[in-house]
């Protein structure tokens, strides 16, 4: 049951009529990332997403937010310079187009792609030569510094390390910027008890470690079910976690 206004009228207005680009665009095999244009929710998490919220569309299954579809530690890459954009695509093991309708075309149209923030590293770095690269990486590390909060990343950084005490050096920073990106612009400051609570520790390091130490990205890349990739990996998961969490 979606509850995103605008495609279901879309959808009924143009069941008959809907142009052979629109098709087109939806038919080809790749993840995609909507920008909704109305109030939209999610249908997995039932978060209200606001306006122009990202989303991916799962048939029957409705609307999900980024967090619920797991395509959230992926970074906005738009579209504008081709050549960085393929070399951070080729780099990308998951990524997704971003898709935003056009009322006035009547057709989605490209916003950029969403990436991994590794991929995008390593693209920059076959760019560095270029002056330009070296400008915008400048430009992307400001904005990803003032949207983290030093302490919280500190803070969160201690419990994952006291929780996980045998995870890898740098595990807990990765997963507490990633925490703090995503908690600072939906729960704020207020929740961060909640946040810090074993529970929340442990389901963050999870997703890492799905993420990052298994097939889980490789799987959702090749279109297979979000909860059936989660199935695949679990005891990968599972073990991976009872090794760190010991001394
Ligand atoms: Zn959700």
Do not use: N
């Amino acid at each position: 049951m979606a509850r995103i206004k605008e495609p279901k009228t879309r959808h009924r207005q143009g069941a008959e009529f809907k142009p052979r680009a629109v098709m087109a665009e939806l038919r080809k095999p790749e993840l995609k990332v909507f920008i909704a244009t109305r109030e939209s929710s999610c249908d997995e998490c039932g978060e209200a997403l606001g306006t122009r919220a990202w989303i991916t569309l799962a048939g029957e299954r409705g609307a999900r937010c980024l967090a619920c579809a797991d395509l959230e530690h992926l970074v906005f890459l738009p579209s504008g310079e081709a050549a960085f954009t393929r070399r951070a695509r080729g780099h990308s093991v998951l990524w997704a187009v971003v898709l935003k309708w056009s009322r006035a075309r009547k057709r989605y149209e490209r916003q950029g792609l969403l990436v991994e923030e590794a991929a995008l590293r390593l693209a920059e770095g076959e760019c560095l030569a270029d002056d330009d690269a070296r400008r915008r990486r400048r430009v992307r590390e400001a904005e990803r510094r003032s949207a983290l909060d030093r302490e919280y990343v500190q803070g969160f950084a201690a419990r994952v390390r006291e929780v996980f005490p045998s995870s890898p050096k740098g595990t807990e920073r990765k997963v507490a910027e990633h925490a703090c990106l995503k908690y600072s612009g939906r729960v704020g400051r207020s929740a961060s008890a909640k946040v810090f609570a074993r529970q929340a520790v442990e389901l963050a390091v999870a997703a890492h470690v799905r993420h990052v130490h298994t097939r889980y990205d490789e799987l959702l890349s090749q279109g297979v079910d979000r909860h059936d990739a989660r199935t695949m990996v679990a005891g990968e998961v599972a073990t991976i976690l009872e090794s760190w969490e010991h001394a």
